[in-house]
Structures are given as structure tokens and as C-alpha cells.
């Protein structure tokens, strides 16, 4: 998926998506996405690892509103 190029996603053990890396050039770093963010839900659907995610992300090639936890804070990701 073009939105997430480069980003480099992993299991964060059944507590949804770690992001371990984002290139800085990437349309995922410019909508907000970091490292060290964790993804929990996508448009709303929760997500408990990679295989829901990928799911998630294929059915709706539109924006993609990630619900991610920063720092212990929720926060909304948006993705054109």
C-alpha cells in the first residue's frame, strides 16, 4: 500500500501495530506516523496485529485514520 511505503510495521505482541521505522521522504512520515508508535485501530476497526491490519488496510484503498498510542497518549494519524 502506497500510504505505508517504506514503514517498516511489526506485532506489538496482540496490543496492535509497532511502528519500528518511517523514512522521512514517506507519505506516512509527512501524515504524522513515527516510530515507536504503536497503531490499535484502523478507520475504526481495532487491530491486534499485523494480519488484521494488512486486512484492514486492503479492503479500503481510501483515507486511512489511524488510532495510535505516542507516549502513552492516544492520538488520531491520518493518511490520505
Given at each position: ?18 511502528v ?61
Open positions: 500500500d502506497n500510504r505505508f511505503h517504506g514503514a517498516q510495521l511489526q506485532n506489538a505482541g496482540g496490543n496492535g501495530v509497532q519500528a521505522g518511517v523514512p522521512q521522504n514517506s507519505r506516512a512520515w509527512a501524515s504524522g506516523l513515527r516510530p515507536g508508535d504503536r497503531i490499535v485501530a484502523v478507520n475504526r476497526n481495532p487491530v491486534t496485529d499485523l494480519g488484521e491490519f494488512n486486512d484492514i488496510v486492503t479492503e479500503n484503498d481510501g483515507v486511512a485514520a489511524l488510532s495510535v498510542i505516542r507516549d502513552g497518549r492516544q492520538l488520531l494519524v491520518v493518511l490520505p
